[in-house]
């Protein structure tokens, strides 16, 4: 073999690895960060990885150095991608300081940490807001985790993001999970603060076309609604649901006002959703339902038919009036075990949410 073939078999195998290092970082495989397993690594161990896990605070891969969110400069309308401080680890918010400085800046992008490369950008508009949506503003969030500085997204009126071309995620009826960790202090009765699988034409297109966690004191169509909220419920599309009667019919589910909190559902996609909700700085999950989809109001919702876009904020026909606090989430592929639900809850509360 010439000299010329054996550099460029050399450049070649090191340009192979260097994109073999990129891949397992993204999937949080190698290179150990902390030593343990966060939220996706429980997932991915129990038979139900993530096909979207989003967070501007830490990594949700033990193995994750990519970047966590991208933030733009109001004066110059530059970029800087957000990460980690090490692999693993939590996030970097002194660069966004640094960067920031003497201006403002936006949250312009969510970026997905699964390898499945499902990035939120800001939501365009839709059927019940033509209007394209705003970045939030990147400092409006400030808390700590694990004793860090860092940045949370403050869902406000007009806020949200959104990815309409997505790979894995559920559609007509597959099973999923998700949750997110929020907070009570920042929602409204508006509609709606959502997080989860939408409509891919940004529309109301009908019963079962979603399946998104929302979390908001929105009492208004199927009252009475049980305590004072806010409340964790699911957004199915044409109404929130605290078990398969709609808002009503659960006295188990009376709202929490804790400063973090964690939202979980289940969904088989085809009979069955639960709801689970913990302290996110203390505790474990307590269920607040698990049994039937809903029946009412023409059916339509079991089996379900969601089109597996993303919405984070606004609902599925772009209604952007509620507001929340989000500060990580994630989506998995088929439901996830009570068992792995627990341990990532446990892995919530270590993290180490304070200052709300």
């Known amino acids: 073999m010439s000299v010329v073939a054996v550099l460029g078999l050399a450049v070649a ?15 949080g495989v190698g ?12 997932y991915r161990s129990s038979g139900s990885p993530c096909v979207a ?13 990519g970047p966590l969110y991208q933030v733009t400069r109001a004066s110059d309308s530059r970029t800087l991608d957000v990460r980690p401080q090490h ?5 970097d918010a002194s660069a966004q300081d640094r960067f920031c400085r003497s201006t403002t800046c936006t949250i312009t992008e969510v970026y997905d940490q699964s ?11 839709g059927g019940e807001n033509p209007v394209p949506d705003k970045p939030a503003d990147a400092a409006a969030l400030p808390v700590t985790v694990d004793g860090h500085h860092v940045y949370g997204i403050k869902i406000t009126q007009g806020v949200g993001y959104r990815d309409n071309v997505t790979h894995g995620i559920a559609t007509d009826g597959e099973p999923e999970s998700m949750y997110m960790v929020t907070s009570a202090k920042g929602v409204n009765s508006g509609c709606c603060f959502d997080f989860g699988n939408a409509e891919t034409n940004n529309d109301d297109n009908g019963n079962g076309h979603m399946d ?35 808002y009503s019919q659960n006295t188990r589910n009376t709202g929490t006002d804790d400063p973090f909190v964690t939202a979980l559902t289940q969904n088989n996609g085809q009979d069955y959703f639960s709801l689970k909700v913990g302290n996110a700085q203390s505790g474990g999950l307590s269920t607040n339902y698990a049994g039937l989809l809903p029946t009412i109001q023409g059916g339509g919702y079991a089996p379900m038919q969601q089109e597996g876009a993303i919405v984070l904020g606004p609902g599925g026909d772009n209604s952007n009036t509620g507001t929340g606090e989000f500060f990580e989430g994630v989506m ?24 709300q």
């Open 332 to 355: 998995t592929a088929g439901v996830t075990s009570d068992t792995a639900d627990d341990a990532v809850q446990a892995n919530i509360v270590a993290a180490g949410y304070a200052g």
């Open 53 to 65: 896990a989003y967070s501007t605070v830490r990594a949700l891969y033990d193995g994750y150095a």
């Open 31 to 42: 290179h150990s960060g902390q030593g343990k397993q966060q939220p996706c690594d429980i």
């Open 212 to 246: 998104a966690l929302n979390f908001s004191t929105r009492c208004v169509r199927f009252s009475p609604c049980y305590g004072t909220g806010p409340w964790v419920q699911v957004d199915l599309e044409n109404g929130l649901f605290q078990s398969n009667m709609g």
């Open 115 to 125: 390898p499945e490369g499902n990035d939120l950008a800001v939501a365009p508009g």
């Open 13 to 27: 195998l090191l340009a192979s690895a260097r994109l073999s290092t990129q891949a397992a970082a993204a999937a």
């Open 87 to 91: 692999r693993g680890g939590i996030a």
